[in-house]
Structure formats: structure tokens, C-alpha cells
């Protein structure tokens, strides 16, 4: 290591102790953490898987382990990512570690850098696969048990830096050579809170040997695919990879959104669109149509776009990370913009980067990290490469035609909300939807009802809230996805006296969950009632009810059910 780096960490690390020592030392360990399955909510499967996720659900932590496999598929923030072997790497040699939570998809990139960064730097480099990172992290970090470094969209940073769990990052003059608008994604209360990488959003796929032409119009798309269906050259006219991130395309181009947008182009959440007309106009048109066969009544990421590499349906919705295995199944297919209805459909933009913790012990190193190492036009390079996405550093321009039509797509569209409210809405937007395609609700009834929730969420109606978010809250039919310690239909009943209890039906099978507090994760207990504590497991030996009670004295949950 040269002279002047080694003074550069010396600095670092004294300026870090006293910091450290000022402060009152680190944050207490956990004592135990119980591995938690990746959930296959939306949100993180978009922009994920992350992602985009569609439906972000905070989930309870787990014990992180250093993955070091090339993935076969890229996993998505809004699309379900497939469970993964978890390899852990060798214990590092050095004194000082720098730890990354990553995705699959990355961690091979940020990994090539490691050999040259400990031989330059004498500092160790740790990356850790963690599909769920998004959710772990809030829980993980205020326990010490977090990264130094995440891999974020910026969509989640909002209720991070509510919570204090963000460091800023200066970029110095080095701003410069990124793209304004991820910066600006990236910024909160006028400061930078990390160095974005790629921004990205989905784009309208078609397969020019089924249909002529990309369809101009909603209308146009389900008489063109309508004919193909009725005459049995296609078992669908489209199919729909999800509810809420994923089908926003379809419902921006009837005039449906989020929140409102305020004077100065921030989101305003007290304007909820989710019950507007434009919404319920969507809901109508896929409720229509798929009750008339021509749009799939499935929203499985996975079976959607098996259905267009194998010819069953000639239109798709799909973002880059689906670009590989679209490429691989050989099916032939065009790039372009969203049809429209009332106007042009859009899509949702997202911007990846990575955060320093605030609660690391590491801060000051892990900023430097990314301002020396990530924000380089070489690094860059390697995770545009990576990720294959546009490029946040302005300079590095991709010649892949494919994400030159993202690229058109993506004019006019809407940065993903990264205000704290907007983890209110991706439950009861998507629970709409569901109940929509399913034909189980009319689509205005479903919207309203869906509207007020948010509404009520947003206002703090999940105060006083005690839950059992888990494993098994999807199986049981009660919730749209698992670990969601908003979802009321899990909620537990006061007793009134200092108990809250409640039964449900559980199917056969073993499952993890923790008690979660006013709908959120900041205050979580686990296994003996330890504050932040391990996952509790309980198993269901036949189908039938399980009932769940809290002492809320000794904060210890315990699970009965027949078996």
C-alpha cells in the first residue's frame, strides 16, 4: 500500500474510534438470527427483486452469509427470485472488513473488485447475497447486525432516512459526471445519501412473427390479440406479471397514479389516486377482459413470460432483468413504447445505487469506498455491464439497441415515490388487483376499499397494531404476501389484560414468524421475547386452526395449534 493511502485509512480509522468513543460505543449484538425465506412480494421483484419489488412488505431479518455463485437468472425487486443455495465465503484475514449486501445478479461484479481493493487498501471486502436485503435491513442495522454497505432502489430510501439509518455521501466534483435525475432520486432534505449506478423501467415487448405491429392502443392490442386467441394461435392476448408495479403501464395509460404531484415535482401523499377514475377505468378494462379470455387471469412473474418465449401470448410488459432469459429462449421479439387509452401508457423509473449505514462502525470507510472505488467511470463500467442497465454515469453509453428502446419508453415516465408513505400503499394496491382479475370484487368497490386502507395507514391506523407477520400469513390466505406486519387481517386481538390473542386456519407445513408492533418493524420480538430476536418456528402437523397469543409483559408469543 502506498504512503499516502495508508495515511488517508489511518486518519479514517482514529477519526472513527473517537467517533465510536464520543457516541458510547457500538450498537448490541443480537444473539441469535434465524434464517427467513425470501418472500415473493412484487416490489422488491422489480426493480428485487429487488427492484423493481413490486409490493414492498417489510419483512423480519435473517442471518446474512457471504455468497460468492454466478447466478443462472437475474432476479428482480418486483419479481419473485428463486430461492437460493447460500455458499459462505472463507473468514477474511484482515482486521478491518467492509461488509456489502448485494443480489445475485451484482455480487460476482462488486467481487471482482475485491483482490485489488485488499492489496491496495489492507482492508478486507466482504459481499453477502442477500435476496431480501430491502426488508432485513431496517431490523438488521439498529441491532449491529447490518452491512456496511447496501445495494438499494431508491424507492426505499425514504423511510431509511426517516429512521436515521442513512449516511450522506459527497461526491465532491465527481457529481458532475452522473445523471441529474438519479441524483436527484438520491437526495433527501438536500443531501446526497448515496452513489447510484443504473437507473431502470419496464418497456412493451411483442413478437413480430405473431402480430404485424405493436399495437397503438389498449383497445388495439385486444382486437389484435383477441383474433389470435379466438382463432387458437395464442392462449392469450397478454399476460400480467403482477398488480401493481409491473401492470402500471397499463393503468398510468387510462389516467390511473399513485399520489399526486405537487408544485415542486414532489409526491404528495395526501393525494391518493389508487380509487381515482383512471384506476377504475384499468380495473374495468382488465376485469373485462379477462373474464372474456383475453388477458391470463395468473400474475406469476415467472409463468407470464414463459407464456411469450413460448409463443401463448404475442405481448409483454417486462423490464431489462428479463432480457437474458428472453434473449435465451430464442423467441423473436421488439422493443417499444406502451399502448394508451385516455394517454400514453408510462412506467414506473427506478434508480439503483448503494448507502453507507449510519449505524456501521465502519462509516467513514464505507464512504470512501464509494467515492474512490464504486463512483469510477471503471467501476461504473463493470456494474452497467453487470446489471445490464443504462449506465447512471453520464459517459458511459450502452450500444445495446434493446436498452436504447428502453430508453424511449421511458420518456415522460414517473419516478418511483420514495416517501415513507408509500410503503401504505403496495399491500392494498395489490390486494385491489387481485380481487379484480379474480373476479372477486367489482373494480370500483375494490379500489375504494383499497383507497380508504391507505388512507387510514398513512394516517397511523396501524397505531397500536400487534401482529404475527410471517411464513405463513400468504398460506393462510389472509394476506397477499408474507412478513407483512401491516396486514389487519393478522392482527391479534386485545384481551385486556395484557394479552393479545387470535386463531386462524393454517395449512400443514412448518413455518417462521415474530410479533411486529403499530404495523411496522421498528419494534419486533422474537424467540424468548428478545427485542430484534431470532425468527420463531412452529410447525402445523394437519390443516386446521392456529392460534397465536402475546404477553406483552414478558413480549413472549406462543403458537398452539392441533398438532
Not at 438470527?33 to 421483484?45: G, K, L, M, R, S
Not at 399513485?258 to 376485469?287: K, S
Not at 423473436?332 to 399502448?339: A, C, G, K, L, Q
Not at 415515490?417 to 395489490?430: D, F, K, L, R, T
Request: aromatic share 10%.
Amino acid at each position: 500500500m502506498n504512503n499516502k493511502k495508508w495515511y488517508i485509512l489511518t486518519v479514517l480509522f482514529l477519526m472513527g474510534a473517537l467517533f465510536l468513543s464520543a457516541c458510547g460505543g457500538a450498537e448490541p449484538e443480537v444473539e441469535e438470527t434465524v434464517d427467513e425465506p425470501a418472500t415473493t412480494t412484487e416490489t422488491e421483484e422489480v426493480m428485487e427483486e429487488e427492484a423493481p419489488a413490486e409490493e414492498v412488505v417489510e419483512e423480519a431479518p435473517v442471518e446474512e452469509e457471504v455468497v460468492e455463485e454466478v447466478p443462472t437468472e437475474e432476479a428482480v425487486v418486483e419479481e419473485a427470485p428463486a430461492e437460493e443455495e447460500v455458499v459462505e465465503e472463507a473468514a477474511s484475514e484482515f482486521e478491518v472488513n467492509i461488509t456489502i449486501w448485494s443480489d445475485d445478479l451484482l455480487t460476482p461484479v462488486i467481487l471482482g473488485l475485491k483482490d485489488s481493493f485488499e492489496a491496495e487498501y489492507g482492508i478486507g471486502l466482504i459481499v453477502e447475497n442477500v435476496p431480501d436485503r430491502n426488508d432485513q435491513f431496517p431490523i438488521a442495522a439498529p441491532a449491529g447486525e447490518g452491512p456496511d454497505i447496501i445495494m438499494l432502489p431508491h424507492d426505499r430510501l425514504g423511510g431509511f432516512v426517516e429512521s436515521g439509518l442513512l449516511a450522506p455521501v459527497d461526491l465532491g466534483d465527481k457529481a458532475a459526471e452522473f445523471n441529474p435525475f438519479a441524483l436527484q432520486a438520491w437526495t433527501f432534505d438536500g443531501q446526497l445519501v448515496g452513489v447510484p449506478y443504473t437507473v431502470e423501467n419496464m418497456a412493451f415487448f411483442y413478437n413480430p412473427e405473431m402480430v404485424e405491429a405493436a399495437p397503438a392502443t389498449w383497445d388495439e392490442l385486444i382486437e389484435v390479440g383477441g383474433a389470435l386467441v379466438d382463432s387458437g394461435a395464442a392462449t392469450y392476448a397478454m399476460a400480467l406479471t403482477g398488480t401493481t408495479y409491473d401492470a402500471f403501464p397499463l393503468q398510468t395509460a387510462f389516467g390511473g397514479y399513485v399520489f399526486g404531484v405537487n408544485e415542486d415535482g414532489t409526491y404528495n401523499p395526501g393525494d391518493v389516486g389508487i380509487d381515482g377514475e383512471g384506476m377504475i377505468a384499468a380495473g374495468n378494462f382488465i376485469q373485462d377482459n379477462v373474464e372474456a379470455g383475453y388477458i391470463s387471469s395468473s400474475t406469476d412473474w415467472d409463468t407470464a413470460h414463459l407464456q411469450f418465449e413460448t409463443g401463448e401470448v404475442p405481448f409483454l410488459m417486462a423490464g431489462p432483468w428479463a432480457l437474458e432469459r428472453i434473449r435465451t429462449s430464442g423467441v423473436p421479439y421488439e422493443i417499444t413504447n406502451f399502448p394508451a387509452a385516455a394517454q400514453p401508457g408510462i412506467p414506473f423509473l427506478g434508480v439503483w445505487g448503494f448507502a453507507v449505514n449510519s449505524l456501521s462502525e465502519n462509516v467513514l470507510l464505507a464512504q470512501t469506498f464509494l467515492t474512490e472505488v464504486i463512483a469510477t467511470p471503471e467501476t461504473m463500467q463493470l456494474l452497467a455491464d453487470g446489471s445490464n442497465r443504462p449506465s447512471a454515469w453520464t459517459t458511459i453509453v450502452s450500444t445495446d439497441p434493446d436498452l436504447a428502446n428502453f430508453g424511449e419508453a421511458a420518456v415522460g415516465a414517473q419516478a418511483m415515490p420514495a416517501i415513507p408513505e408509500m410503503g401504505s400503499v403496495w399491500g392494498s394496491w395489490g390486494d385491489a388487483f387481485t380481487l379484480i382479475i379474480n373476479g372477486e370484487q367489482e373494480p370500483t368497490d375494490a379500489l375504494v376499499n383499497a383507497g380508504t386502507q391507505i388512507r387510514d395507514l398513512i394516517g397511523g391506523a396501524a397505531t397500536g397494531m400487534v401482529n404475527v407477520p410471517g411464513s405463513w400469513q400468504l398460506a393462510s390466505g389472509l394476506c397477499e404476501g408474507d412478513w407483512d406486519p401491516a396486514c389487519a387481517a393478522t392482527a391479534l386481538t386485545d384481551n385486556g389484560d395484557g394479552t393479545f390473542s387470535a386463531t386462524f386456519d393454517v395449512p400443514a407445513g412448518d413455518y417462521e414468524g415474530k410479533v411486529a408492533l403499530d404495523g411496522g418493524w421498528t419494534e419486533n420480538y422474537g424467540v424468548d421475547g428478545e427485542a430484534d430476536g431470532a425468527n420463531i418456528a412452529f410447525s402445523v402437523a394437519a390443516d386446521g386452526p392456529v392460534t397465536f397469543t402475546w404477553d406483552s409483559t414478558t413480549k413472549i408469543l406462543t403458537v398452539e395449534s392441533g398438532g
